[in-house]
């Protein structure tokens, strides 16, 4: 059984069937009821088509691709409704059980359920799905090839079916997918109940507790309201924020009561205690500035693309990250699988949710017209996230690149409502407005600006202005204004580097990172110090995002081959990083009550903490 673990760990229910393994396949679209279809081949799932695990391995184009199996309903879930649940297939989805239709869905990143407990006749059935994907239309793509061949910086194509499969027995009146979210402040939870089926007489329970056992608890009938919301007020004894020192997770149980006695659902789940505010050009995390070293992940690889090979992949690539000094990432072009956010979760890794925006490109000039389904399914990224203590930030677009002109565009309207939409769901974090370039959002959180000079001089001269208000800012190569002035809030540089090294002889005929490659390891550290050493020292910058953290196919710019082994030693890329950077030194003098209790431990004494996770933790990666 391939990615055999449990696909939502954060909110789990004990119950559930994965569908993953061999399904019956073909290729191009056939007309007719799914059961006539001729299915010539066979497919492991969740493997793209594109991918060799998947066992096809086909990188022309596919406009649609077809799949079957039969499914045979657990005898004990007799009663149950049935959710039939997708990690992800890209792009246009429709599924049948027994030739019926049960639902459709556009987009290739988000998840998507359908109820099907009316389509199955009885306890086994045919499932059978057609994905459609046009390579040249507009929409949400990400790095995906619009090409035959992989060319700069985009790589082979996923079509298809590309994250877990899943069937989940549930009751008429359930949760949905609650919402978790910490006010340090106030030390205290407010949990969103989201009730499917609500009715008179059902109650919603929820218990926190840490190693020591429960910690609070609160009930609220499941029509007190159209969404009710319980208030967890976490004692001062018992108080432990989350932070990439101490990633410490409170376990968080939800039950659905009949008449407050009958348990009709249940669900566990977890929860971290932290906050993210902004102080001028500070980005606290706890009330402390914690600078963000960040590495651009694109969660692609060299067998399986999109898909991770294995849960422990996932794990690996933040453990090598950190090994090598990052404390975070920006997970770029693509809306990582669950399991990867439970993982930094659990490890204290900081993460900037993105999307997979590419792909909005209507002619050569440079117009971009996002589409209504682009914001569609960033409301489903976002949703889904809500909850992961370890993203503390949001970014929708990125590199959009239209020049600003007299009259309002299409991608002026869609930067704006990405914007507004993912702060009016999430006022609890950070939106950047796009990432680098076409920043079009008058006072949004934060600016940034992507620099790939290779001269450390240069870069730092480039780097030099942000002290008096006039930061580097992206333009096109002639000039051409792409982003609205800065308005002096925090600022970060959120794509530097790229230094190209390759291993492999002959390989530069082929591959490419940013400028000339250095001659010698000793040069490329020798680079790699004096563009870090720009950033951290300077007092108001607050992070940066080093390009990268793999290899991915062409692109020979990654710390890591593309197979995740160590192109230097991980050991001197930490020493060079982790020193204090002066952001972290300016003065932060208490200015309200969470930020003296937040400095009591000194700086120095929670860089030295032990990250080993608690015993929770274990529990948590037990159940999950």
């Not at 149950?80 to 599924?95: E, P, W």
């Not at 027994?98 to 306890?123: L, M, N, Q, W």
């Not at 008179?200 to 507790?209: D, I, K, M, N, P």
């Not at 001269?461 to 308005?487: E, F, I, K, Q």
Request: net charge negative; with cysteine.
């Amino acid at each position: 059984m391939p990615r055999p673990e449990y696909p939502r760990p954060q909110f789990a229910r004990d119950r559930w069937l994965n569908l993953n393994g061999v399904w019956d396949f073909g290729l191009g679209p056939q007309e007719g009821a799914p059961s006539g279809w001729s299915l010539e081949r066979t497919i492991l799932v969740p493997f793209a088509p594109e991918s060799v695990r998947s066992g096809i391995g086909h990188t022309d184009f596919l406009d649609a691709v077809r799949y079957r199996r039969e499914v045979a309903v657990p005898q004990d879930w007799s009663g149950d409704r049935l959710l039939l649940h997708f990690g992800a297939a890209d792009f246009y989805s429709t599924v049948w059980i027994d030739d019926v239709e049960v639902g459709r869905h556009r987009g290739g990143f988000t998840p998507f359920s359908f109820d099907i407990t009316d389509a199955v006749a009885d306890g086994t059935f045919v499932l059978s799905v057609l994905v459609e994907d046009d390579s040249q239309s507009v929409q949400a793509r990400g790095k995906q090839s619009r090409r035959t061949e992989n060319y700069e910086a985009f790589y082979t194509r996923t079509t298809g079916i590309w994250q877990t499969v899943w069937l989940e027995p549930v009751p008429a009146a359930r949760f949905g997918r609650p919402v978790i979210r910490p006010d340090l402040p106030s030390s205290s939870f407010a949990v969103e109940l989201d009730v499917v089926a609500p009715r008179a007489g059902l109650t919603a329970r929820v218990e926190v507790s840490d190693d020591g056992g429960l910690v609070a608890s609160g009930s609220a009938p499941v029509v007190a309201q159209v969404t009710p919301v319980l208030t967890l007020c976490i004692p001062d004894d018992r108080l432990r924020t989350w932070s990439p020192e101490d990633p410490h997770l409170y376990r968080v149980s939800f039950t659905l009561l009949e008449d407050g006695a009958v348990v009709v659902d249940e669900l566990e789940s977890y929860a971290g205690m932290r906050s993210v505010a902004i102080d001028g050009r500070r980005v606290l995390l706890n009330g402390l500035p914690v600078f963000q070293r960040l590495v651009l992940d694109q969660g692609y690889w060299a067998d399986t693309l999109m898909t991770a090979p294995s849960d422990e992949a996932l794990e690996a690539d933040i453990t090598l990250a950190k090994a090598a000094g990052f404390n975070g990432a920006r997970l770029h072009q693509k809306v990582f699988e669950e399991r990867y956010l439970f993982h930094a979760d659990r490890l204290g890794y900081l993460v900037w949710g993105e999307f997979g925006d590419w792909g909005a490109n209507v002619d050569s000039a440079g117009r971009q017209e996002p589409t209504v389904s682009f914001v569609t399914e960033w409301v489903e990224a976002l949703t889904r996230d809500l909850s992961h203590p370890s993203i503390i930030g949001w970014c929708p677009l990125n590199e959009t690149y239209e020049p600003i002109s007299t009259r309002l565009t299409v991608l002026d309207d869609a930067t704006k409502a990405l914007y507004s939409i993912t702060k009016a769901i999430d006022p609890t974090r950070p939106v950047i407005d796009a990432s680098g370039y076409a920043h079009r959002v008058p006072g949004a959180d934060i600016y940034d600006s992507h620099l790939y000079e290779q001269d450390p001089d240069a870069f730092a001269r480039l780097m030099s202005g942000l002290a008096d208000g006039r930061p580097y800012v992206n333009s096109a190569p002639d000039g051409t204004v792409w982003s609205l002035p800065y308005g002096g809030q925090p600022y970060f540089c959120s794509e530097f580097g790229g230094i190209w090294w390759s291993d492999v002889d002959g390989d530069g005929d082929t591959s490419w990172g940013y400028g000339e490659a250095p001659a010698t390891r000793q040069e490329w550290l020798e680079r790699f110090r004096r563009l870090v050493d720009t950033l951290l020292d300077d007092p108001d910058m607050f992070g940066y995002c080093y390009t990268q953290l793999t290899d991915v196919f062409q692109e020979k710019n990654g710390i890591l081959d593309f197979g995740r082994a160590p192109k230097f030693e991980l050991r001197l890329l930490h020493e060079i990083q982790s020193r204090p950077a002066a952001y972290e030194l300016v003065d932060t003098r208490p200015r309200d009550p969470e930020s003296a209790r937040a400095r009591e431990e000194a700086p120095e004494a929670i860089a030295s903490r032990d990250a080993e996770p608690s015993s929770h933790h274990k529990e948590v990666d037990s159940h999950a």
